[in-house]
C-alpha cells in the first residue's frame, strides 16, 4: 500500500510542476536581462555627487540664468540633458574656470545614502502583469505594473507609454548607460503631471539601475511635488 501512495505522490507532484511550467509566462527581455524572476538583489539608493569645489561654478552659472533668463533659455533649449553646456562667454564662465568646472564633473560619484539599502526583486504581479518590487525608500517602484501585452508601464496616475531606448552619454549625470525609458505626460487645468521610468545597466560595470520621476506643476508652472529616486543592484552573473 504505501508502494502506491508513493507512485500517487510522485504522479501528482509530476503533473503539479507539468501545469506550473505550462502556465509560466516567458519572462519580458526589458526586465529580464537584468533581474531574475523571484530572486532578491541588494540594492542601494545612490545619488550623484561632484566634489564640493564645483558649487563655485556653479554659482556663477546661475547668476548669468538669473541676469539673461531669456538667452540662457534659448543656449539651453538644445543642450543635452544632464552634460555640461558648451562653453560661452555669457555662461560667467571664464576659459580656465569651465576647463575646472569640466573637470570636477568628471570626477562625480554615486553615493550610496546612509539609510538606501533595500531589496529589489522581479515578480510576476498576475498574467500579463509583472512588478519590480522595491523595499524600504524605493517602496513606491513597487506600485508599477509592466503590462507585457502593451509594452506599457502602469501606474496609480496613468499608462507610461515607452520611449527610445536610453544610451546615455558617458558625460550624462548618471554616466554611460543603456536601458529602457516609459513615460506618464498629463496637462489639465489645474497643471501638469510627469511621470518616468527606467531600467537599465551602468555600462562596464556590475550594476544594474532603476531610475524614476515623479513630478508634478501648477497651471501657474510652480513646482508642487518632485520625487527621483536612482537605485542600482547587482546583475545576475556579475
Do not use: C
Amino acid at each position: 500500500m504505501n508502494r502506491y501512495i508513493k507512485s500517487a505522490g510522485v504522479i501528482i507532484g509530476t503533473l503539479v510542476l507539468l501545469s506550473q511550467g505550462a502556465n509560466a509566462e516567458q519572462v519580458p527581455a526589458v526586465l529580464g536581462k537584468y533581474l531574475v524572476p523571484g530572486v532578491a538583489a541588494r540594492g542601494q539608493v545612490v545619488v550623484v555627487d561632484p566634489p564640493k569645489e564645483i558649487n563655485e561654478y556653479v554659482a556663477k552659472v546661475e547668476k548669468a540664468a538669473r541676469d539673461d533668463p531669456e538667452w540662457f533659455k534659448s543656449y539651453s533649449k538644445n543642450a543635452k540633458p544632464g552634460i555640461p553646456l558648451p562653453f560661452h562667454e555669457k555662461l560667467g564662465l571664464s576659459k580656465e574656470d569651465y576647463a575646472t568646472y569640466n573637470k570636477l564633473w568628471d570626477e562625480r560619484k554615486m553615493v550610496p545614502l546612509k539609510d538606501g539599502n533595500v531589496m529589489v526583486r522581479l515578480e510576476q504581479a498576475k498574467k500579463g502583469e509583472w512588478m519590480v518590487r522595491v523595499s524600504g525608500k524605493g517602496a513606491p517602484l513597487s506600485l508599477l505594473r509592466y503590462l507585457a501585452g502593451k509594452d506599457v508601464v502602469k501606474s496609480p496616475n496613468g499608462e507610461l507609454t515607452r520611449l527610445e531606448d536610453i544610451d546615455a552619454d558617458p558625460r550624462s549625470i548618471l554616466g554611460k548607460w543603456t536601458g529602457h525609458e516609459w513615460r506618464f505626460q498629463e496637462e489639465d487645468s489645474l497643471g501638469k503631471t510627469k511621470e518616468n521610468f527606467g531600467i537599465g545597466t551602468l555600462v562596464g560595470t556590475r550594476w544594474g539601475i532603476l531610475v524614476y520621476r515623479l513630478q508634478s506643476t501648477s497651471a501657474q508652472g510652480k513646482l508642487l511635488f518632485d520625487r527621483s529616486m536612482v537605485i542600482r543592484f547587482p546583475m545576475p552573473g556579475k
